[in-house]
C-alpha cells in the first residue's frame, strides 16, 4: 500500500543558494510525522513546494502513489493538503464561519448565500475538532489558539488529508498547545495526517510518531519517536551535542551587588520577595508558568503597579516608577513578545537600535548625525554577528535570533549594564539559541549584570550563576553551584520545599 505523501529526490536553487538537494520525505495516513531543522535547514521552502506556493527545480511529489503537479496553491488544497502558516491568514473583522468558507461560499440556485447551511457545516467541524468556538464575533476577538483551530476548520472544510502545521505553538500558552495536541491526535484517528514543524523538541516527544530532519537543506535522517531522543535529535539538526550549546560558566568569583530589590510585594497580602543581581552574572528566574517570574521583574522596572519595593542600584536607593526611569537607571528589557513588544518591525536595523537614544547622534544644529547613526550600528551588528545586507535591512525579514539581538543591540546602545531576558530563546532555533547563549556570556564578561527569565529547565541549568526558583509569586529559594539542577529546581518549583532561603 502506498504512502499518503512521498516526496522523491526534491531539489531547488535560488540566485547562489541551494536551498533543497535531493530531499525525500515519506507520510502515513493518520500519522503525526515532525519536520525538524535549524531556520535555513529548508523546512519552509519545501513545505512551499508541497502547497503550490513554490516549484521544485527536479523531483516528484506523489500523493496516494499518483504523481502531482501544483502549479497554484489551489491545485494543492484540492488534492487535499491544508496549511496552517506561523502568520494566520484570517480576515479579522470576518467571523470564523465567514473565514471558513472564505472564497468558496455555500450558495443556493439562485446564487444566494446559505448563511445556516454554512453555520451547521462549521459547527460539525469544530464537533469534529472536539471545541467549541463562539461563531457570532468577529475573529481578531478570540484567542490565538481559537484562531488557529479556526484555521484548521478552514483547511478541514476544503477536504484536507494533510494537514502542515507550522511553529503552532509558539504563541499558545501550555494549556492550549495542550488542546492542541488532542485536536492533531483526534485527526489522526480519522485518517488525517499531520506534519508538525517546532522548535519545541519535548512536543515532539508528545504527541508525534516519526520525525524527519533536514540540516543544510539535505535529508540527515529519519526515525520514529520510540528511537529517539533530544539529545540525538540536536546532533541531527547541527551536528553538536545539546550540552555543547552552553558556554562554561565563569569560575571567578560574583562581583559587586549591581542591583538588590528589597521588600517588593506585586499584590496586597501577597509575598514580599527580595534578591540581589551581581555583576558578571547571570540570575535565573525559574518556575512554573504562572508562579510571577515576569511580574516581579517588570514590577522592579516600573511597568506594573506593587504595593511596595525598595531598589538599590550599585548601593544607592533609587525610585524606578516606570520604564523610562529604569532606562535612565541602565535597565534594558527584552520582552518575551520580541515583535510585538521589543521591536518595531518595519523599521530597520538602524532605526530600532538608534529608537529611544535619538539624542545621542544630534549634532549642533539638533539635527541627527546620520553618518554617527550609521557608524554606531554597523559596529554593534558585527559587535553582535546581526547576520543582515546592511543597517538599513528591515527587522522584519530577520530571523528570530537576528532580531533578538538587535533588541540586545538598542539597549548595549543605550549604556544599559543590567539586562533582563524574558524567555530569549523563545521560538529561536536550536543554532540561534547557542549563538544567544555565547552572546549573554560574552556580555556577563565584559561586566554586564544579567536576569534570565525561562521556562526551559535545560537552558536555566546551563546557563545560570544562580537561579531565584519562584513558587506562587515567591521566590522560595537561590540555588547556586552544583544545586543548580533539574530536581532541585523543580522540587522548590512544585512546592516539594517549603523552606525558604533566599539571599
Known sequence: MSSLLQLDNICKSYPGVQALKSINLRVERGEIHALLGENGAGKST???????????????????????????YNEAIAAGIGIVFQEFSLIPYLTAVENIFLGHERVNSLGLLRKQHMREEAIALFARLGVQINLDCSVQHLSVAEQQFVEIAKALALNARLLILDEPTATLTPSEAELLFGIMRELKSQGVAVIFISHHLEEIFQVCDRISVLRDGSNVGALTVADSDIDTLVEMMVGRRLDANFPAKTSTPLGEVVLEVRDIQLLKNGPH?????????????????????????????????????????????????????????????????????????????????????????????????????????????????????????????????????????????????????????????????AEIYSLMRKLTEQGFAIIMISSELPEIIGMCDRVAVFNKGAIVNVLEASSINPQEVMRHATGGSHSVHVH
Open 46 to 72: 519545501l513545505m512551499k513546494i508541497l502547497a503550490g506556493v513554490e516549484h521544485q527545480d527536479q523531483g516528484s511529489i506523489l500523493m496516494d502513489g499518483a504523481e502531482q503537479h501544483f502549479a497554484t
Open 273 to 433: 520577595n527580595h534578591f540581589k543581581l551581581h555583576r558578571g552574572e547571570i540570575l535565573g528566574f525559574a518556575g512554573l508558568v504562572g508562579s510571577g517570574r515576569t511580574e516581579l521583574a517588570l514590577g522592579v522596572m516600573g511597568a506594573l503597579s506593587v504595593v511596595s519595593k525598595d531598589v538599590l542600584l550599585h548601593g544607592l536607593p533609587v525610585h524606578l516608577a516606570d520604564p523610562a526611569q529604569a532606562l535612565a537607571h541602565g535597565i534594558g528589557l527584552l520582552p518575551e513578545s520580541r515583535k510585538s513588544e521589543g521591536l518595531i518591525v518595519d523599521f530597520s536595523i538602524r532605526e530600532n537600535i538608534s529608537l529611544n537614544n535619538l539624542g545621542k547622534y544630534e549634532n549642533h544644529g539638533h539635527l541627527l548625525d546620520r553618518r554617527k547613526e550609521d557608524l554606531t550600528t554597523t559596529a554593534l551588528m558585527k559587535q553582535l554577528s546581526i547576520k543582515a545586507p546592511t543597517c538599513e535591512s528591515r527587522v522584519l525579514n530577520l530571523s528570530g535570533g537576528n532580531q533578538q539581538k538587535v533588541v540586545i543591540a538598542r539597549w548595549i546602545n543605550h549604556h544599559c549594564d543590567i539586562l533582563i531576558f524574558d524567555e530569549p530563546t523563545r521560538g529561536i532555533d536550536v543554532g540561534a539559541k
